[in-house]
């Protein structure tokens, strides 16, 4: 009987040990800045665009971090809708070419983040 408490006792240790190094959503996922200077070059933006981008990826930036303390299931829905309104208002600065790669370097961020 000692033999199986102790297996047991075993198991259950082994099992909570495991439950918790799930990735759980930090804050600092939520942290989107980035080196707009670089994304200038990547995008091949010009002067008035640059200026434009920024001021909008600074919008983006501070409405996902309002979203940081949020948690349950509609974070995935609002973080949805900030992107859309992201894409949105990039629409009208980017054309069709740098669009597509800023939505593919935004898409691929809020995954690497598990967001």
Known sequence: MKKIVLTMVAAMAFTLSFA??????????????????????VLDLDESQMDAVEAIHQNFSSEMQSLSSMRGPWLRQRIH???????????????DKQLDTYMRLMVTTIRNRNL
Do not use: P, W
């Open 20 to 41: 918790g190094t799930e990735n759980y959503v930090t804050e600092k996922n939520f942290d989107m800045s980035c080196d707009i200077d670089r994304l200038a070059v």
């Open 81 to 95: 809708q900030a992107l859309g309104k992201d894409a949105y208002q990039m629409r009208h600065v980017l054309n």
